[in-house]
């Protein structure tokens, strides 16, 4: 009998920034992309984006928004190139890609934010 | 309204075609004929090579699916009618070996089939039961949608995934196979989770949900194979935090 | 399970490649999962972001007027599009797989998508309070 597979793992961590970015990406496209961009809204200070970003749980938000959009995309790009393209005999190389890219992101995330 | 509508029948002989071919027929245009009906009057009246899997002619027996138009569909309730001014296009489903004409070779969903074990189980040793098991109504509720599969493997045929990567166990099986595990009397969950967790059980779904558009019986495959994710990464954690704790 | 070779030769056949161009439900899918693409795009731009917030107000000022160019505007609404197609879709999906059932009954996609939305309604609300200073 074949083991259980611990595509678990990465599967979880989809789901989960799934909802990540359900909740939370379209407000933060809407505002820091279209609408302040558009000058539709007056610009938030440095002052002010600096004393949120240095708050403690505005970090661990950020972290969450980052490191979770990362893995869930990673996720579903490797499945979407590995249908739309049919190269499901390169999974294993388009799982190390995608996933590797992600962890990169994830570090770059920390060493920002810690 | 016409009285003839043509067929465009796809046409493949294993002795001699190297690809398939479309063969075409006119038949009469009768009101409440079905796609099948006219497959039949073709047989019958205009060319009896013609080869096609049906038996029961009312959506129970699951045997005369078919691609018309480039849709999955049984042919026994597929109107005609619905097609005008036609033509209507026969095909085989997808994915399948091509037998011939529009039989296709189901042994690799049989194989599948029988490997996530769609049927009680009880545990050995479990007590034999003084009487029959009573299943309350919400009971059968639980299950009963996945059970109304017939085994038609129209899902198979509509699922891209399953064109891409055979190995993949594919929404029929999927849904019969937690419509056990729904069921009261079966103690076979943790037998069917083995078999479905494995890296060729349900992980190559990328919830495209064609399977639960095409299915005639309004079986829900598609959800199926999400419970089934969701039961086999909450069963590896639990390993992970206590591992050979939840056996 | 085949007992023996056939004697038949069947017909194989084969994905062609733009197959997900032969319906329209394969069609939006391979737009959903295009989706992370633009997850990704906006995850490298919120990172940008946080950079030169603490980097100073020069660096913050810059990351404004990058933002600002016409070109980013347009990736940004197409992002914001297929981010929307995203939540769209995976509050139909992904709760009902989740809560299949509710005190012992089954659910339905209705029932356990409509709270997602008021889940996402408050949760951009918060956001948007927090980022442009209210509270």
Redesign the interface.
């Known amino acids: 009998?074949?083991?259980?597979?611990?595509?678990?793992?990465p599967?979880?961590l989809f789901g989960a920034g799934g909802f990540m970015v359900a909740f939370f990406f379209p407000i933060h496209i809407l505002l820091f992309g279209i609408l302040i961009p558009l000058g539709l809204i007056a610009a938030p200070t440095h002052t002010g984006m600096l004393a949120l970003v240095n708050h403690p749980l505005t970090r661990l938000y950020l972290f969450g928004f980052c490191a979770l959009g990362l893995l869930h995309a990673a996720h579903r790009l490797r499945?979407?190139l590995?249908?739309m393209l049919?190269l499901?005999h390169l999974d294993t190389l388009l799982g190390v890609l995608a996933y590797g890219a992600a962890l990169v992101g994830v570090a770059v995330t920390i060493d920002l934010l810690i | 309204m016409a009285d003839k509508i043509t067929l465009e029948v796809a046409r493949?002989s294993?002795?001699q075609?190297g690809?398939?071919r479309f063969d075409r027929y006119e038949v009469p245009l009768i009101e409440n004929w079905m796609v099948l009906d006219a497959l039949n009057y073709i047989k019958d009246q205009l060319d009896g090579t013609v080869t096609f899997r049906w038996s029961c002619r009312m959506g129970i027996c699951g045997s005369c699916g078919m691609v018309v138009n480039?849709?999955e569909r049984l042919t026994c309730e597929t109107l005609l009618a619905d097609y005008l001014p036609g033509p209507i296009r026969v095909e085989p489903l997808?994915?399948f070996?091509?037998?011939?004409d529009l039989v296709v070779?189901l042994?690799d969903f049989?194989?599948k089939l029988e490997r996530v074990k769609p049927w009680i189980i009880r545990q050995p040793g479990a007590p034999e039961p003084s009487r029959e098991f009573i299943q309350t109504p919400?009971q059968l509720?639980?299950y009963k949608?996945y059970s109304l599969c017939i085994n038609c493997v129209l899902c198979y045929s509509a699922c891209?995934?399953y064109?891409?990567?055979p190995h993949f166990i594919g929404p029929a099986a999927s849904a019969l196979s937690l419509r056990y595990n729904l069921d009261s009397r079966d103690q076979g969950a943790e037998q069917r989770?083995?078999v479905m967790?494995?890296?060729?059980?349900v992980?190559?779904c990328?919830?495209?949900?064609?399977c639960s558009?095409v299915c005639p019986k309004h079986v829900d495959p598609?959800?199926a194979i999400?419970?089934y994710?969701?039961s086999?990464?909450k069963?590896?954690?639990k390993n992970l935090l206590m591992p050979g704790g939840g056996k | 399970?085949?007992s023996a070779v056939?004697r038949?030769?069947?017909?194989?056949?084969r994905?062609p490649l733009l197959?997900?161009l032969?319906?329209w439900?394969?069609t939006w899918?391979i737009l959903r999962?295009l989706s992370s693409a633009f997850v990704a795009w906006w995850v490298v731009v919120t990172l940008i972001q946080i950079a030169s917030i603490l980097e100073g107000p020069q660096a913050y000022a810059a990351f404004q007027a990058w933002m600002a160019q016409p070109l980013l505007i347009i990736v940004n609404i197409v992002s914001f599009i297929f981010i929307l197609f995203h939540t769209l879709s995976w509050f139909r999906?992904?709760p009902?797989?989740?809560l299949?059932?509710i005190g012992?009954?089954?659910t339905s996609a209705v029932m356990t998508g409509a709270p997602m939305y008021v889940v996402w309604a408050v949760a951009s609300v918060v956001v948007a309070c927090f980022a442009l200073g209210v509270f």
């Open positions: 009998m074949a083991r259980r597979s611990a595509e678990s793992l599967w979880s499945f979407t590995s249908d049919r499901k | 493949y294993p002795e075609d690809e398939p480039g849709h997808r994915h070996p091509v037998m011939r070779d042994s049989m194989e919400e509720a639980e949608q891209p995934v064109g891409l990567d989770l083995d967790a494995q890296h060729d059980g992980w190559d990328t919830v495209i949900g064609e558009v598609s959800l999400q419970e994710k969701i086999a990464t069963a590896w954690f | 399970m085949p056939p038949y030769r069947p017909y194989e056949r994905m197959w997900w032969q319906r439900n394969y899918f999962e999906l992904v009902q797989a989740m299949p059932r012992g009954k089954r």
